[in-house]
């Protein structure tokens, strides 16, 4: 079982920068697939970056390649999304994710998820 907190969201002029962290508890997490899905309203949830237990893999959403960094900390137990470049339409919550080993980009492929995190974004 793995638990997961995310943190780092807020209100930001665009251009400009976030980080988000998603702190997993329990056990096994260092096995685990990490992934970073964003929700509005009325839409359905989508994978923005994904990273696979290694770090080796990543997977980014076309919509976000070049301006998003996935990272993890496997000694902190930590996930990171590092968000430059912001934009009006990256407004959402930032859900962060875990599931056995390899990269998905399928929310319905996920066993865990956070609470979400909210990032607004303002022209």
């Known amino acids: 079982q793995v638990a997961l907190v995310e943190s780092g969201g807020g209100l930001v002029q665009a251009g400009g920068s976030l980080r988000l962290s998603c702190a997993a508890s329990g056990r096994g997490f260092s096995s685990y697939a990490a992934g970073w899905f964003r929700q509005v309203p009325g839409k359905e949830r989508e994978c923005v970056a994904a990273i696979n237990w290694t770090g080796g893999d990543t997977y980014y959403a076309d919509a976000v390649k070049g301006r998003f960094t996935i990272s993890r900390d496997n000694a902190k137990n930590t996930a990171y999304l590092q968000m430059n470049s912001l934009k009006p339409e990256d407004t959402a919550v930032y859900f962060c994710?875990?599931?056995?080993?390899?990269?998905?980009?399928?929310?319905?492929?996920?066993?865990?998820w956070g609470r979400g995190t909210r990032v607004t974004v303002f022209s």
């Open positions: 994710a875990a599931r056995r080993l390899d990269i998905k980009e399928d929310p319905d492929d996920y066993d865990y």
